[in-house]
């Protein structure tokens, strides 16, 4: 169901349905991929990974700041050992970077300790304590102050969107099914045991849910009558900064924690950029993505009393995101009490990027466990082919590429030199909105942020999906960026201009204008 919309009534028969495209769904289905199942991904919104998973800082955590014996601090540490392959296996970009916590005072150096212990009965590897002199040198952008530090080479960034696309791809290419735009309005049960999933456009009739809905597990799980927890929602606001100070810093670089956050950071991207937050703001609201003047100066006092040379002059983009916290101190990952059939993994804060790829097997286990029967699909594939990347290429890679396919020629964003194929690409791949392709390709990541690409990126999805431009959105209902043509609007101008009186149809001009001012204040703006 990749790429297509369900008809009304429509009936899915399905083994197990999983609620919520984040990376940790994504995984799951991936990793259910691997046994001769019928999996379906079920999607609220119009791509995956458009709730949290696209304002993740993707940071590949080490696994130090975790409480022994939680399953965040088991979890994690298995992830991560898993990146190295899976990043391989999807073509996905990942680095191990290295992690370092500074103190910057002989108060903060014991805190460091309690940590590194705590890493140590973790089983993180390699972890080291560093005095001032080794910290500078690892890391010469280091304020003076910093007295100490803790060094975790093991780890590393990745981008959380382009992996979950991947995950998302290669599980549809095992037999999955996608369903985006997709939100869960019921659960069936029968005699107490899950019976179906229904949204507006489908009923999916399966024996197994998985509930991967991130700030909305509590709510899903409330739809099959279970409410043992409760998501409460924490913000985060993060700032881009420009690749020309993407050096700044070779690791992450923590503070010492706060007692609801790993603080703000300093990191190194994937793609060369310098990214500084999140803020830790507890919220009632599940669509709160504003960034505000009280965020903006506590990023940057945190960021740069750690690293002095970090500016807010070097901003290009700002955005926000929220965390699924919960009422209980660790994942929630067990079988609903209340509803046979439904397992929750919910509540899945940092460090659940890293833990995904752990999550998912853990997952599979415990259906396993339940009575699923799982038998291996023979002709799984775990390779995703990689993606065209053309401004990574040589000049005489580029040249051939150009003289195979004309539309590697032409140049539809510039500051990140990304080619009409690329955009093609990603819409066959899946984007189906301006922020889709943008996640995709980074058309509209770079400096002049979309200035120059917009308009063009816009007309090529008007035709590769056969929609009109003004119906292209950006991130999905709500955002239309064109609401009607340019005719229109000099028609209507010169009708006002000229006293004339002219019914304008519903859906134009200032009835559109306040539809998209009204879905910009709660789209999040995207990474970059």
């Known amino acids: 169901m990749q790429g297509t919309r369900a008809t009304q009534s429509m009936t899915v028969k399905a083994d197990v349905a999983i609620i919520g495209a984040g990376v940790v769904g994504a995984a799951i289905a991936r990793e259910l991929a691997r046994y001769d ?5 079920i999607e609220r919104e119009v791509e995956a990974a458009f709730g949290t998973s696209k304002a993740n800082s993707g940071v590949v955590h080490a696994g130090f700041h975790s409480t022994p014996g939680t399953l965040k601090a088991s979890l994690c540490v298995q992830g991560n050992a898993m990146f190295d392959d899976i990043a391989g296996e999807l073509s996905v970009p990942f680095r191990r970077n290295g992690s370092l ?31 001032a002199d080794e910290a500078r ?32 791809e290669n599980a549809v290419a095992n037999g999955g099914a996608f369903m985006a735009g997709s939100p869960v309005t019921s659960i069936h049960l029968r005699d107490g045991r899950v019976a179906a999933v229904e949204t507006p456009e489908a009923i999916i009739e ?5 509930n991967a809905a991130g700030l909305f597990a509590d709510r899903i799980a409330a739809m099959a009558g279970d409410e043992s927890f409760e998501i409460r929602p924490r913000k985060g606001e993060e700032y881009l900064l420009d690749k020309r100070v993407g050096s700044l810093v070779r690791s992450t670089v923590f503070p010492v924690p706060t007692a609801v956050s790993k603080g703000i950071l300093v990191i190194p991207t994937v793609d060369g950029n310098i990214m ?64 046979r059939g439904l397992v929750h993994v919910a509540g899945i804060e940092s460090p659940g990027l890293t833990a995904a790829p752990a999550i998912a097997r853990m997952v599979a286990e415990i259906l396993r466990e339940e009575g699923l029967k799982m038998r291996a699909r023979r002709a799984f594939n775990p390779v995703r082919p990689a993606p065209v990347r053309f401004a990574h290429l040589s000049r005489a890679q580029q040249a051939r590429l150009v003289a195979s396919d004309p539309a590697f020629g ?17 819409i066959r791949r899946g984007a189906r909105t301006v922020d889709g392709v943008k996640l995709r390709t980074r058309a509209g990541m770079g400096r002049c942020q979309g200035g120059f690409c917009l308009p063009r990126v816009m007309k090529i999805l008007s035709r590769e999906l056969g929609i009109p431009v003004e119906h292209v959105t950006k991130r999905g209902p709500g955002s239309v960026i064109a609401p009607y043509p340019a005719k229109a609007l000099l028609r209507e101008s010169e009708t006002r201009s000229t006293g004339g009186e002219r019914e304008v149809p519903a859906g134009t001009m200032a009835e559109s204008g306040a539809r998209v001012r009204a879905g910009f204040r709660t789209a999040p703006a995207a990474r970059g």
């Open 276 to 339: 500084v937050g999140p803020t830790a703001e507890d919220t009632r609201d599940r669509l709160d993505l504003t960034t505000t003047r009280a965020g903006f100066e506590a990023v940057f006092a945190a960021a740069r009393r750690m690293v002095p040379s970090v500016s807010p002059r070097d901003i290009i983009a700002s955005f926000a995101g929220l965390r699924a916290a919960c009422s209980e101190d660790d994942f929630i990952i067990r079988p609903s009490r209340v509803a």
């Open 410 to 426: 032409r140049i539809v964003c510039r500051c990140e030199t990304v080619t009409e194929a690329e955009v093609v690409d990603a």
């Open 137 to 168: 040198k690892s890391e010469p952008g280091l304020a003076p102050e910093v007295v100490a530090a803790l060094y975790a080479p093991t780890g590393g960034v990745v981008c959380p969107f382009q992996l979950t696309f991947a995950l998302v």
């Open 101 to 131: 916590m500074v103190a910057m005072s002989t108060d903060e150096v014991g805190v460091l300790r309690e940590h590194f212990e705590q890493g140590r009965r973790n089983g993180v590897p390699g972890l080291r304590l560093l005095d």
């Open 206 to 210: 399966t024996a197994w849910v998985v």
């Open 37 to 41: 199942l019928r999996v379906v991904l």
